[in-house]
Nanobody, 127 residues
Framework: QVKLVESGGGSVQSGGSLRISCTASAPTIEYTYIRYSMGWFRHHPGREREGLAAIGRDGSTVYADSVKGRFVISRDVAKATLYLQMNGLKPEDTATYYC?????????????????WGQGTQVTVSS
């Protein structure tokens, strides 16, 4: 069973940067999840979960308009770790951030298509 654990959340002032990580642990055969589409999502209380960035097996990426140019998704397969570098943070970026693994292509920002989820990490941006 794949387990995803996020880390690196915290508090930062508006305009600052933060990098969050997601480390996967699984039996070898289930590393398929890590090699295929993975993504970052966030949830604001009272709103639907928002897809932010996703990365495919070939390393190609897709971003939501709300974070394009500010956030960068990357992956270290050898370390089974997914990253989200967040720059130019704004108070409206405050949310709980989740990583997810889809286990198959293609990459997508549709949360309904992801099978494995981490427990989330809180990011708070103060003005």
């Amino acid at each position: 069973q794949v387990k995803l654990v996020e880390s690196g959340g915290g508090s930062v002032q508006s305009g600052g940067s933060l990098r969050i990580s997601c480390t996967a642990s699984a039996p070898t055969i289930e590393y398929t999840y890590i090699r295929y589409s993975m993504g970052w999502f966030r949830h604001h209380p009272g709103r639907e979960r928002e897809g932010l960035a996703a990365i495919g097996r070939d390393g190609s990426t897709v971003y939501a308009d709300s974070v394009k140019g500010r956030f960068v998704i990357s992956r270290d397969v050898a370390k089974a770790t997914l990253y989200l570098q967040m720059n130019g943070l704004k108070p409206e970026d405050t949310a709980t951030y989740y990583c997810a693994a889809r286990g198959e292509p293609p990459k997508t920002l549709d949360a309904r298509l992801y099978k494995k989820w981490g427990q989330g990490t809180q990011v708070t941006v103060s003005s």
